[in-house]
Antibody
């Protein structure tokens, strides 16, 4: 079964760029959509954006100016970059696969998820 | 942006009893709604998609219903492992995909 694992620095300084990678194992990254979702401590879930294995992306308008998601199919990985971070970006960051509604071919739910990684923004 | 509102914020129920959780959308999302369960220190787990279809491996005591703007997640006979936070998520109108703020199901 497909498993996802996030990796990257747990501490980022304010104004710098947060960088995380999600490694997909047990299956190919191809032919699927992949997403990043975050959860501030003690709060709810916020969708950040998604990428298709071909490289097409879509981002949350509230974060669009600061977010870049990329994919490396040769490594079965996709990555998140969030620039100009502040304390408000402190959160557990999850990667997840996006489910597709058949036969409408519309994007839907998130499953499975990685275990998440806590990123703290602090000097 | 579609706003998802869950109620109640906290629900206290005894083991073996039924729990009913609600999710309301600020505009119609048809049946394009999912439910997740999250336990402390864990990632969310998909329970329901398409408003009423159980995900793979989800016990039959979990059921979802509703369409349009009103949705319900019902757990028919609560087991100890069901006490967690539950989130709904719409995928009818995006970006962005949006989640409710969660309902905490606690032991009474």
């Amino acid at each position: 079964q497909v498993q996802l694992q996030e990796s990257g620095p747990g501490l980022v300084k304010p104004s710098e760029t947060l960088s995380l990678t999600c490694t997909v194992s047990g299956g190919s990254i191809s032919s699927y959509y992949w997403s990043w979702i975050r959860q501030p401590p003690g709060k709810g879930l916020e969708w950040i954006g998604y990428i298709y294995y071909s490289g097409s992306t879509n981002y949350n308008p509230s974060l669009k100016s600061r977010v870049t998601i990329s994919v490396d199919t040769s490594k079965n990985q996709f990555s998140l970059k969030l620039s100009s971070v502040t304390a408000a970006d402190t959160a557990v960051y999850y990667c997840a696969r996006v489910g597709v509604v058949v036969p409408a071919a519309m994007l839907g739910w998130f499953d499975p998820w990685g275990q998440g990684t806590l990123v703290t923004v602090s000097s | 942006e579609i706003v998802m509102t869950q109620s109640p914020a906290t629900l206290s129920v005894s083991p073996g009893e039924r729990a009913t959780l609600s999710c309301r959308a600020s505009q119609s999302v048809s049946s394009n709604l999912a439910w997740y369960q999250q336990k402390p220190g864990q990632a969310p787990r998909l329970l329901i998609y398409g408003a009423s279809t159980r995900a793979t491996g989800i016990p039959a005591r979990f059921s979802g219903s509703g369409s349009g703007t009103e949705f319900t997640l019902t757990i028919s006979s609560l087991q100890s492992e069901d006490f967690a936070v539950y989130y709904c998520q719409q995928y009818n109108n995006w970006p962005p995909f949006t989640f409710g703020q969660g309902t905490k199901l606690e032991i009474k």
